[in-house]
């Protein structure tokens, strides 16, 4: 909210987007209308999971009278999507009878190769709910039958821009997959980023690893995957969403869990916060000073880590007195992470690296009293 010159002036709401999948729903009905005979349509309505109808626009057709290509490009709204503006393109071609609806991988849509994703290896990358919905838009537009029907997705550089995501990780090579559980992008909500994370642990699961580790960036996933010789199958980056992985552990567990991440985040969901976003949560820096107070701090101290602007200074001022803060807050952060998963049968440790990579925390349990 903004003051000016005496007024308050609210920003405008977010713009919520859409989904890959409902863009490629729209495209892949706009398609069969051309191959049906229709003129290439300016917009399409799609039915979303929820049962609401949208309107979308197409932006271009192209391919052969045997397989028209329609396309529509990706409005994610005020979220920071990295597929925003993204050209979304189908192509549909009539089957035999009796084939049903296939679905390929086009340019820029990728191949599952491993299990524990919603789909088996070998599989496009166009999950459940998108294709769906396709299978309603597909039959809406063959005067309610559905229809056997070839329908390829393409993404325009979606190679690219997949190397800008978690799916090579996950065994998805090629190229972007096509996503949407709603058909609706909520802005900031980061969805895909916590399906990412599900999935990884799907993944993980699935060839039966014994351990993984979720760090909250590069430099602690990288000293965490080190420490323990993990294969980088076993790593889930799980940036600032530890609740999204806590909690979905919590019901798909692994034998073993490492977390791993900065002392100013580790601090935080040792506070209880489980979304570690600066804009969404603040270390509470009063509190690390009782915390370091209990546990035997040197007079003097504890003000100065509550006067501290920062937790990374507050740890510089307890490293200059020799005092363990990093374990304590790793202890901390153990006690949230183990109430969060719990009852879930997992073997927990929690590592704090600082930004060099240096390991200066570390537990493994509770705090000691």
Known sequence: MRHEQGMTLTPPPLRRGWTTGSCATAAAK????????????ASVWITLPSGREVAFSLCQFTGTPDAPCAAVIKDAGDDPDITHGAMIRCTVRALAAGAGIVFRAGAGVGTITRPGLPLPPGEPAINPTPRAMIRTALTQANNGVPPDAEVT??????????????????G???GLSILGTTGIVMPFSCSAWIESIHRGVDVARAEKLPHILGATGNVSEKAGQALYALPDMALIEMGDFAGGLLKYLRHHPVPR????GGIAKMTKLGQGCLDLH?????????????????HGAPDGLPGLIEASPTVA?????????????GNLIAHKAWDVAHQTLSPAPVALDVLVFDRAAELVGRATGPLPL
């Open 30 to 41: 706009a398609a069969w209308m051309v191959l049906q005979g229709h003129e290439p349509p």
């Open 278 to 294: 600066s804009s969404r949560s603040q270390a509470d820096m009063p509190a690390l000073a009782r915390l370091a107070a209990q």
């Open 153 to 170: 997705i393409s993404i325009d550089n979606g190679q690219e821009l997949a190397q800008r995501t978690l799916n090579a990780r996950l």
């Open 313 to 325: 200074e507050a740890f510089l001022l307890a490293r200059a007195h020799t005092f363990p803060l």
């Open 257 to 260: 869990l490492s977390l791993a």
């Open 172 to 174: 998805i090579v090629g």
